[in-house]
């Protein structure tokens, strides 16, 4: 348990190789345990669990390089995710528990398996002799904003809008923002029953924000907090986010701010989940009072989101006017490019948000300005491939 952060943002750690280490543990107090990965256990940062686990294999001749692999093995890799998918979801009608990782963009091949298993615990928790089923646990990361190899081919955060759309409210999308949130997301996602859970991190080193505390609270809290160490009091803007890396963005555009625009007054509200039709899980959802003491009742709301931008804004609406709104995500523009550009290419990077702000209050010289800079990242990253910022 991380106690307190005293330099939030300061230090960068893995969440995916905080994922890994819980499924270390849970390999090693849970005999029943299976973890499904496609083939990408090692590259999305989960290999830790092999040092307590071997991989599912047959009698099929083995190579030297190949990892610790028995026939009984509770690590089960195969380059399809429907049957891997089938495979879990016959174990969790067994009343045990597992999880399947894979990259962000391959998860949507199993949506009409997923939305069937939906239609199934709806059903079955209208019998009353039926037993609350472990829940169908999906770790999304190599994520579309860090595709530095693969390209357009391997971005798409689809299955977060189909997830969120589908009114039985059986589905809750979980954004860890740093390696703190993520243990506690794992937590979450072992004690629930009868839902679909999809949480969704990078697996590259992130800055850390928030304590374990924090963590803990923004589940109680209905999925949304104010983070303290970088908002004002009375502010005339609030920022908001739902993902570590549009969350980071957000943050350092907050910095620009205040250095450009010492008198404005800004909140930042970091979101964790969000669900049918609300911010929160689907048994804890943010009330329009709760999130009015958050968001106050007037203020112009700029978000960031890692998914399309519509999905999070019909969310919002309905707790807000339109009008109030200005939110940012992925626009479907990708390409195997620098971690910069690609928010860039999307518009939605610290100076892109920052832009909202300036051309609300009359600064059109700013505006120039962080336009001219993201001018200048793109034909740097072209030029040399890396950005001028991190």
């Known amino acids: 348990m991380i106690e307190r952060v005293d330099n939030p943002g300061a230090e960068l750690y893995s969440p995916a190789e905080k994922i890994g280490e819980l499924l270390t543990e849970q390999f090693e107090k849970n005999p ?15 290999d830790r669990i092999f040092t307590v686990e071997k991989r599912a294999w047959g009698d099929l001749e083995q190579a030297s390089w190949d990892l610790p692999e028995v026939a009984g093995g509770r690590i089960v890799e195969m380059l399809s995710e429907n049957v891997l998918f089938s495979v879990m979801t016959g174990h969790l009608m067994n009343g045990e528990q597992a999880m399947l990782g894979s990259y962000e963009a391959f998860l949507p091949i199993i949506t009409a398996q997923l939305l069937q298993q939906m239609k199934f615990i709806k059903q079955a928790k209208q019998v009353t002799w039926r037993q609350p089923l472990p829940a169908v646990n999906l770790l999304a990361t190599s994520t579309c904003w860090r595709q530095d190899h693969n390209g357009f081919t391997h971005q798409s ?10 009114p039985s409210n059986l589905a809750n999308c979980i954004f860890p923002v740093d390696d703190v949130a993520a243990e506690e997301a794992f937590n979450f996602m ?29 589940y109680d809290n209905n999925g949304a907090s104010i983070y303290e160490f970088i908002s004002d009091e009375k502010p005339d803007f609030v920022l908001t986010a739902a993902g570590d890396i549009v969350t980071h963005e957000t943050l350092e555009a907050m910095k620009i701010i205040r250095e450009d625009i010492p008198e404005i007054k800004m909140r930042f509200v970091g979101i964790n989940a969000l669900s049918y039709r609300a911010i929160g899980t689907t048994q804890h959802k943010l009330t329009k009072e709760q999130f009015a003491e958050l968001f106050t009742e007037n203020k112009p709301i700029l978000a960031n989101f890692h998914g399309y931008p519509e999905t999070l804004e019909n969310i919002l609406e309905n707790y807000t006017a339109r009008g109030r709104l200005r939110v940012h995500g992925f626009n479907e523009e990708g390409s195997t490019t620098t971690p910069f550009e690609m928010l860039r290419r999307n518009a939605a990077s610290r100076y892109d948000l920052a832009m909202d702000i300036a051309r609300v209050v009359g600064r059109d010289d700013l505006v120039t300005k962080y336009e001219a800079f993201l001018a200048q990242n793109h034909l740097h990253a072209t030029k040399y491939g890396a950005d001028l910022i991190v």
């Open 157 to 166: 955060p689809a299955l977060i809008s189909t997830l969120l759309s589908v």
């Open 32 to 46: 029943h345990f299976y973890f499904f990965s496609p083939d990408e256990t090692t590259s999305n940062k989960f």
């Open 190 to 218: 072992l004690n629930s029953k009868d839902v679909v859970n999809l949480t969704t991190f990078d697996k590259n080193p992130r800055p850390r924000y928030i304590d374990s505390h924090h963590a803990k609270y923004q």
